[in-house]
T-cell receptor, first 115, second 115 residues
Framework: GENVEQHPSTLSVQEGDSAVIKCTYS??????FPWYKQELGKGPQLIID?????GEKKDQRIAVTLNKTAKHFSLHITETQPEDSAVYFC??????????????FGTGTQLKVEL | DSGVTQTPKHLITATGQRVTLRCSPR?????VYWYQQSLDQGLQFLIQ???????AKGNILERFSAQQFPDLHSELNLSSLELGDSALYFC??????????????FGEGSRLTVL
């Protein structure tokens, strides 16, 4: 099955700096790569996603890049703000039997933005 | 608010017991997913139902079972509980059968503590 590795597990940056979180996946058939943000006491929430036919996608201060050859994708947050502090999860959709979804998540990155 | 409702929010029980977690998906969503989140394992996919039928299965233990009812709410049953089952259990929903093509909406989770 799909295996997603995520690094780093914790990341501390100064407000205004950039943050980068990296993930690798194992299943070459995966074609959908979302990123979720989980705030304390809440469920994960989608912040951006990318499909395998696209190399990069941006949404304001957030961008995601995908390298299918290397099976690697990254989340970039620019001009970080205190409200960006949360746990971030990358994910990849693996093989789907009977049309179902088996979204596999990475282990998460605790991002702390310090004033 | 994601629109996904999970009950109970907190549950404390003893080893060997059985519990039922309940999930009401977002209005109009047909797929329900269950995930287990523990400190060292991240988000682990358990099972997906679409319109009452099981569509994808992850590493769900035989002691665990789930179902989706005609009104689309879902229940996750955990039996013969062990200390290691202590975790946060998330329900998520999506409109289509293939969550790999779109956003999953997560509830706020049910925290299970097994003593």
């Amino acid at each position: 099955g799909e295996n997603v590795e995520q690094h780093p597990s914790t990341l501390s940056v100064q407000e205004g700096d950039s943050a980068v979180i990296k993930c690798t996946y194992s299943d070459s058939a995966s074609n959908y790569f979302p990123w979720y943000k989980q705030e304390l006491g809440k469920g994960p929430q989608l912040i951006i996603d990318i499909r395998s036919n696209v190399g990069e996608k941006k949404d304001q201060r957030i961008a995601v890049t995908l390298n299918k050859t290397a099976k690697h994708f990254s989340l970039h947050i620019t001009e970080t703000q205190p409200e960006d502090s949360a746990v971030y999860f990358c994910a990849a959709s693996g093989s789907r039997a009977r049309g179902g979804n088996k979204l596999t998540f990475g282990t998460g990155t605790q991002l702390k933005v310090e004033l | 608010d994601s629109g996904v409702t999970q009950t109970p929010k907190h549950l404390i029980t003893a080893t060997g017991q059985r519990v039922t977690l309940r999930c009401s998906p977002r209005s109009g969503d047909l797929s329900v997913y269950w995930y287990q989140q523990s400190l060292d394992q991240g988000l682990q996919f358990l099972i997906q139902y679409y319109n009452g039928e099981e569509r994808a299965k992850g590493n769900i233990l035989e002691r665990f079972s789930a179902q989706q009812f005609p009104d689309l709410h879902s229940e996750l049953n955990l039996s013969s509980l062990e200390l290691g089952d202590s975790a946060l259990y998330f329900c998520a929903s999506s409109f289509g059968v293939d969550g790999g093509g779109g956003e999953l909406f997560f509830g706020e989770g049910s925290r299970l503590t097994v003593l």
